[in-house]
């Protein structure tokens, strides 16, 4: 089993900067892949950065604001938001692969909202 807990959330301005982090903790050998999603009010659960196989995808939306990147010694998976905007408020997920067959393993969330 993999568990996962999300950090790093809270209130910015326009502009802003936030760092969240997810650590890892379990059976960590098995994770395949790490990722970023997010659930805004209404709307589907995006997919918004991963690693995987030391290649790393982004949605158009963060590209070139957003970085993702994992420490495997702290086993702890980041995602640096620069130049945030009212869009990117939402419930950000930290997910893990675990089987080779998508993320199957949620950590519960943290909140981030961006005033205009």
């Known amino acids: 089993q993999v568990q996962l807990v999300e950090s790093g959330g809270g209130l910015v301005q326009t502009g802003g900067s936030l760092r969240l982090s997810c650590a890892a903790s379990?059976?960590?050998?098995?994770?395949?892949?790490m990722g970023w999603y997010r659930q805004a009010p209404g709307k589907q659960r995006e997919l918004v950065a991963d690693i995987r196989s030391g290649s790393t995808y982004y949605v158009d939306s963060v590209k070139g604001r957003f970085t993702i990147s994992r420490d495997n010694v702290k086993n702890t998976l980041y995602l640096q938001m620069n130049s945030l905007k009212f869009e990117d408020t939402a419930v950000y997920l930290c997910?893990?692969?675990?089987?080779?067959?998508?993320?199957?393993?949620w950590g519960q969330g943290t909140q981030v909202t961006v005033s205009s």
């Open positions: 379990g059976i960590t050998s098995r994770i395949k892949a």
């Open positions: 997910a893990a692969d675990t089987r080779f067959n998508g993320y199957d393993t």
